[in-house]
């Protein structure tokens, strides 16, 4: 290759970088290991870990220890799949669109509206990018966001803010729900979202339906960040006129993998679709009048419109927006209540166990689904340590996101996999250690 | 192919579960309960059969070659895969107490100390989920760092007409004008235009280096000394960081800030469109405004570090695409230090020898050394002659189970074909891609209806993408 480029050294088609710009010196890095040696190493970094399959976990708090069947990981091990591109070249990804076009028909007919997109990062990015579809929409310049809404959520949408002249104001609690006085007060003809949580972030189903009417009576679009297990059995947001509605995915048969790849998920009312971020795949004909599927509506994104776009976003999640789509596909209607009811069963089980323990006490009245919040006499984040010594990893200490619900706050939740004698257990270790 | 829909029978079910012991939530107001959810209803080898089938519809690295410029189309080591799916990574909780997950807090750990040795930059983030969020990340604190020193008239960022879409979209949600600045003859940054379009409004100046045309910016000393004395800060979007491991980095050529793509440079699979990862590095002075939290060390104790006072924010939950964090550091440390110099080597050796293969076949727009990829045009005597265009060209390769190069991109190139082989491919796969490319040119004069009607072998032929813009089908309907 050298001889048909007339060169002697590789290091002649490096002629082109400044000699002051050069690296004159080797890396300073580790040398590389054979696969053998690399295997064990890595390995020797997750046995420093102790996971979920170890310990016993009521932790939830936006990502969930759930079941996977094994079909999911082994689709998404198939070569065809993980190392093909975004579908750029139709003819040759129709693996890809299709599946992607399954995965946009399951989240709007989860979520009860007209089109959902490919998918964005994850529930805190798309909630983010729902804000800003609903600012360009309405083109006004506040948001109103409940602070029962995921810390993380709020977080990513304040950053995402930053780039526009955008008021954020927070929506009060009214102890375990969204305070609808204070709603009243902040809403207003300037206001382009609301954007709220169901169930919240505190595990309550709260008066979404009445929320949304209130925001729509401003002209302001609401926006619903929407758990997708527990909307198995929960009114979807379509039926109550959410504008868009958001979830996080991790729930849909992907590992927790400490925060990532998980996919956001995103759907909108027809009217709003030619704002929506991100790709988005139709169905059509080939010349042959053999259907097949596209990226369509491509006018609103980077590589077309450039500056103009509707978001910077390229890269979607699509394999795992693929694990989603064969979790869906697999468990069905059925399976997903399956799943949402056994997580909401153990949930009430454990609630009653705490609640019948000395000194602690519900957040508040309202019905909760599979994540609950309670109040402890001591700091929980005092108790999560004591109950790490007993194999238990316990629930979220909410003190330092929600001062306002003091150090004894606590938020736990409950899956499939937590078994009635591990429900148990865990209520008379925190009965022990209180 | 019928869709899962279609597929769908009442009463089947792909997952066997437990019982339940009751028939409805308890507690919660019918109202809020919903009346019914119409997904399909499949059993578990009707589910599996279906995407395999599906799966074989696609192109994929693992299928065959892919040169699709700028995208760094390598191959992905399967260590890498097994390593991810390791229960002790897969299955941590990301706020689970931090004695339990030090392992996972090293790796990432040292994954941003060899990001930051490898791009030149102090410190670095590896929160962003994507090389697009990492630009998001990046000017969103040089707008911070502008903001806190009180320098608030620096409304414009400048950038390349050869760069990536998502650099002017960027800017542009950043809250920016977008200026846009024209190539030279040699496919360079215009100097004279940098000049004169540098000021007191300029944020920053986004550049790609080695360029989207392949070629080294060989005044990138002169193009950052000019920025920072504008008092505008200089940006390096790292989607060609492939071509110059251990020959030169972004830091020691005056970036102020840096992305990296761990799905192109260090060989995280691209998974039909992410999951990608976009960690951004910066320098000491933009330090306080990276995206929080970070990682920190304590002897031989790891932890999480919130974002100061003048941090950004958090552009995504948690710490970013963790499984994507881990798979780049395995692979690092498989090709250390000699390895990852000569990943650059064999990547710019394969883009060289490819293009002395194909330079007599196509126009060649700048006659320079190529980087990782490079650019040529169809030539216009036969885009004249037959009326067959670069689009007909890309479409017979697939006949041939060769994806695509980039087409159409940069836009400052007619006719424009971008190449970039990388470096796990062979000599044989080169020869073969260009004796198939010479073919298919010698087709378009010879039968130029062949090529305008390809592709003629693929599971589905060309589609009509205007009839699904107008008519939008974007999801099923029974």
């Given at each position: 290759?050298?001889?048909a ?12 970088l400044?000699?002051?710009v050069?690296l ?15 295997d ?6 997750a ?26 990981g ?7 799949f993980y190392?093909s591109?975004?579908?750029?070249q139709p ?8 599946a992607?076009?399954?995965f946009?028909?399951l ?28 600012v ?7 948001v109103v ?12 949408i ?15 609690l ?11 007060r902040?809403?207003?003809q ?11 972030f505190l595990?309550?189903i709260?008066?979404?339906?009445e ?9 302001a679009l609401?926006?619903?960040v929407?758990?997708?297990i527990?909307h198995?059995?929960?009114e ?13 995915g991790?729930g ?9 790849p998980?996919v956001?998920l ?18 059509t004909?080939?010349?042959d ?9 491509q006018?609103r ?5 450039r500056q ?8 979607n ?5 693929l694990?989603?789509t ?5 468990l ?6 399956r799943v949402?009811l056994?997580?909401?069963?153990g949930?009430?089980?454990?609630k ?16 909760t689904?599979?994540e ?15 109950l790490?010594a007993?194999g ?6 909410l003190g330092d996101d929600?001062?306002e ?6 938020l ?11 429900i ?8 022990a250690?209180? | ?7 769908s029978?009442p ?5 066997q579960?437990?019982p ?10 019918k109202e ?6 119409p997904?399909p ?8 059969r ?29 260590i ?11 299955w ?21 100390q ?6 030149g930059?102090d410190q670095?983030s ?8 990492g630009?998001?990340?990046?000017i ?7 903001q806190?020193?009180g320098d608030l ?6 950038i390349?007409?050869?760069a ?12 920016f004008?977008?200026?846009e ?42 193009i950052?000394?000019l ?10 979007d ?5 071509a110059?491991?251990?020959?030169c ?7 102020d800030?840096?992305h990296?793509n ?9 998974g ?6 976009g960690p951004?590095g ?6 306080p405004?990276?995206?929080g939290p ?11 570090v919130?974002?100061?006072?003048q941090?950004i924010?958090?552009?995504r939950?948690f ?12 692979y ?7 390895g ?7 990547a ?11 330079k007599?076949?196509?126009s060649?727009?700048y ?17 004249d002659?037959t009326?067959?265009?670069?689009l007909?060209?890309a ?33 044989e796969?080169?020869?073969a891609?260009a ?5 298919v040119l010698e087709e378009a ?10 592709p003629?072998?693929?599971?589905v032929?060309r ?6 813009a107008r ?8």
């Amino acid at each position: 290759m050298l001889a048909a480029l007339d060169i002697s050294a590789i290091d002649d088609l490096f002629s082109d970088l400044p000699a002051e710009v050069r690296l004159n010196r080797a890396l300073d890095l580790p040398l590389g290991m054979p696969e053998m040696e690399l295997d064990r190493h890595v390995r020797a970094l997750a046995e420093q870990n102790r996971n979920l399959t170890q310990l016993v976990s009521f932790l939830g708090a936006g990502v969930y220890d759930r079941f996977i069947p094994a079909a999911v990981g082994e689709i998404l091990r198939r070569a065809e799949f993980y190392t093909s591109y975004t579908p750029y070249q139709p003819e040759v990804s129709q693996g890809t669109l299709q599946a992607i076009w399954e995965f946009q028909s399951l989240v709007a007919t989860l979520y009860g509206l007209d089109v959902a997109q490919a998918s964005l990062y994850d529930g805190a990015t798309a909630a983010a990018e729902a804000v800003m579809v609903a600012v360009a929409e309405t083109g006004r310049t506040s948001v109103v966001v409940a602070r029962s809404v995921d810390p993380q959520v709020r977080g990513v949408i304040r950053t995402y803010a930053r780039g526009r002249p955008l008021a954020i104001q927070e929506l009060p609690l009214a102890r375990d729900l969204s305070d609808l006085n204070a709603l009243g007060r902040l809403l207003s003809q300037e206001t382009a979202a609301l954007v709220i949580q169901q169930p919240s972030f505190l595990g309550a189903i709260e008066p979404v339906a009445e929320m949304v009417e209130m925001a729509h009576r401003q002209g302001a679009l609401a926006v619903v960040v929407a758990d997708p297990i527990a909307h198995a059995w929960l009114e979807p947001p379509g039926a109550y006129g959410a504008d868009l509605a958001v979830g996080e995915g991790q729930g849909l048969g992907v590992p927790p993998s400490f925060g990532g790849p998980y996919v956001g998920l995103m759907a909108a009312r027809e009217g709003l679709v030619r704002r929506l971020p991100g790709r988005i795949v139709g169905a059509t004909v080939d010349v042959d009048g053999k259907s097949g599927f596209v990226l369509t509506l491509q006018t609103r994104e980077q590589h077309i419109r450039r500056q103009r776009a509707t978001s910077n976003i390229c890269t979607n999640q699509g394999l795992i927006a693929l694990a989603a789509t064969v979790y869906m596909s697999l468990l069905g209607p059925e399976g997903l209540r399956r799943v949402a009811l056994l997580s909401h069963e153990g949930a009430q089980d454990l609630k009653a166990r705490l609640l019948a323990l000395p000194g602690v006490s519900a957040l508040g009245p309202a019905p909760t689904f599979y994540e609950f919040a309670v109040n402890l006499p001591r700091p929980a984040a005092l108790v999560n340590q004591e109950l790490l010594a007993k194999g238990f990893i316990g629930g979220r200490a909410l003190g330092d996101d929600y001062p306002e619900l003091g150090p004894g706050s606590w938020l736990l939740a409950v899956t499939e996999k937590r078994s009635a004698a591990e429900i148990a257990a865990f209520a008379d270790a925190v009965g022990a250690v209180l | 192919m019928t869709n899962i829909f279609e597929e769908s029978r009442p009463g089947r079910l792909g997952v066997q579960l437990p019982p339940t012991r009751t028939e409805a939530p308890a507690g919660i107001p019918k109202e809020a309960l919903r009346a019914e959810l119409p997904w399909p209803e499949l059993s578990e080898p009707q589910v599996v059969r279906h995407f395999v089938r599906l799966s074989r519809m696609n192109h994929a690295i693992d299928v065959g070659f892919y040169p699709l410029g700028s995208c760094t189309m390598k191959y992905n080591p399967k260590i890498n895969e097994e390593m991810a799916r390791l229960a002790g990574f897969a299955w941590l909780h990301p706020l689970q107490p931090e004695e339990t997950v030090q392992g996972a807090l090293q790796l990432m750990w040292e994954l941003e100390q060899d990001l930051a040795e490898l791009t030149g930059m102090d410190q670095v983030s590896l929160q962003p989920a994507a090389g697009a969020q990492g630009e998001q990340t990046g000017i969103l604190m040089i707008k911070a760092y502008h903001q806190s020193r009180g320098d608030l008239e620096r409304t414009e960022v400048l950038i390349p007409d050869a760069a990536h879409g998502t650099n002017p979209a960027t800017a542009s949600l950043a809250g920016f004008e977008v200026v846009e600045v024209k190539s030279d003859q040699r496919g360079g940054v215009d100097l004279t235009e940098l000049r004169a379009k540098l000021g007191p409004k300029t944020a920053a100046v986004m550049l790609t280096n080695p360029s989207t045309l392949g070629i080294f910016e060989d005044n990138i000393v002169e193009i950052a000394r000019l920025t920072h004395e504008a008092g505008g800060l200089l940006y390096y979007d790292g989607a060609n960081l492939n071509a110059i491991l251990g020959k030169c980095r972004p830091g020691d050529t005056g970036f102020d800030v840096v992305h990296v793509n761990l799905h192109k440079t260090f060989s995280t699979p691209h998974g039909g469109g992410g999951p990608g990862s976009g960690p951004v590095g910066v320098k000491a002075h933009l330090a306080p405004f990276l995206p929080g939290p970070t990682v920190g060390r304590d002897g031989d104790r790891f932890h999480l570090v919130p974002g100061g006072p003048q941090s950004i924010g958090q552009v995504r939950s948690f710490y970013g695409n963790f499984g994507m964090h881990l798979r780049a550091y395995t692979y690092i440390r498989s090709l250390g230090r000699d390895g990852l110099t000569e990943v650059a080597e064999d990547a710019v050796l394969n883009a060289n020898y490819l293009l002395h293969l194909v330079k007599d076949l196509m126009s060649v727009p700048y006659e320079r050394l190529a980087k990782h990829e490079f650019v040529v045009g169809l030539p216009r005597a036969i885009k004249d002659r037959t009326g067959v265009r670069t689009l007909d060209v890309a479409k017979r390769l697939l006949d041939f189970g060769i994806h695509s190069p980039t087409v159409y991109f940069p836009l400052i190139v007619e006719e424009a074909m971008m190449i970039e082989p990388t470096e796990t491919e062979s000599k044989e796969t080169l020869d073969a891609f260009a004796a198939v490319l010479a073919q298919v040119l010698e087709e378009a004069v010879t039968d130029p209806e062949l090529v305008k009607t390809a592709p003629h072998t693929t599971p589905v032929r060309r589609l009509d993408e205007a009839r699904a813009a107008r008519q939008p089908i974007l999801r099923y309907r029974p």
